[in-house]
């Protein structure tokens, strides 16, 4: 437990990063741990396109929202993983949407990103989510096909940087017993 909470207290948003190359080996790692993330179903509604290519990533950036604080670590990370997913599969069954909230797959997503952060983290790896961007253009610079939604750009690399902790707020001021 003590390895686990380390990674969840100890991650980080990095918005800069060395100029080191992430191993392919830790990479698949990091994918690895996202394909046991936890989703609606089973259905693992994720799709990961994991960017190298500087002409690539340059596009990416120019998607990003004007004041995005990611927007240099979108070129300066040596790897950007956009994820995607699969719509009208999570939450769906036999073609209906069966929640309240409709199709499920952000929250699949939110999850699929959370591991591969704290994989990330454990690897000494850092990461940034980045949510603030043009997505149809980003689609575009990706080749998302129809039925596929990008979620969230997260670069990822070794940090040059790494702040403290925000201050959090205490478990009595989120927590309930039995009701609100």
């Given at each position: 437990?003590?390895e686990v909470m380390d990674a969840i207290k100890n991650?980080?948003?990095?918005?800069?990063?060395?100029?080191?190359?992430?191993?392919?080996?830790?990479?698949?790692?990091?994918?690895?741990?996202?394909?046991?993330?936890?989703?609606?179903?089973?259905?693992?509604?994720?799709?990961?396109?994991?960017?190298?290519?500087?002409?690539?990533?340059?596009?990416?950036?120019?998607?990003?929202?004007?004041?995005?604080?990611?927007?240099?670590?979108?070129?300066?990370?040596?790897?950007?993983?956009?994820?995607?997913?699969?719509?009208?599969?999570s939450g769906f069954y036999k073609g209906q949407v069966?929640?309240?909230?409709?199709?499920?797959?952000?929250?699949?997503?939110?999850?699929?990103?959370?591991?591969?952060?704290?994989?990330?983290?454990?690897?000494?790896?850092?990461?940034?989510?980045?949510?603030?961007?043009?997505?149809?253009?980003?689609?575009?610079?990706?080749?998302?096909?129809?039925?596929?939604?990008?979620?969230?750009?997260?670069?990822?690399g070794y940090p040059a940087k790494v702040s403290g902790?925000?201050?959090?707020?205490?478990?009595?001021?989120?927590?309930?017993?039995?009701?609100?």
């Amino acid at each position: 437990m003590a390895e686990v909470m380390d990674a969840i207290k100890n991650r980080r948003s990095v918005r800069h990063y060395q100029d080191t190359s992430v191993p392919g080996e830790v990479l698949e790692r990091l994918l690895e741990a996202v394909r046991w993330s936890p989703s609606w179903a089973n259905t693992q509604c994720w799709e990961m396109i994991v960017v190298t290519n500087g002409e690539v990533k340059a596009k990416l950036q120019q998607t990003l929202s004007k004041g995005n604080p990611a927007t240099r670590a979108m070129v300066e990370a040596p790897v950007v993983i956009a994820v995607c997913g699969k719509l009208q599969s999570s939450g769906f069954y036999k073609g209906q949407v069966t929640t309240k909230f409709g199709d499920w797959f952000l929250y699949d997503l939110g999850l699929a990103t959370q591991t591969l952060c704290l994989a990330a983290q454990n690897e000494g790896l850092g990461t940034v989510i980045a949510g603030l961007l043009d997505h149809e253009r980003a689609k575009e610079v990706l080749q998302i096909p129809e039925g596929y939604e990008l979620a969230t750009l997260v670069p990822l690399g070794y940090p040059a940087k790494v702040s403290g902790a925000p201050k959090r707020k205490e478990r009595s001021e989120f927590v309930h017993f039995e009701k609100f």
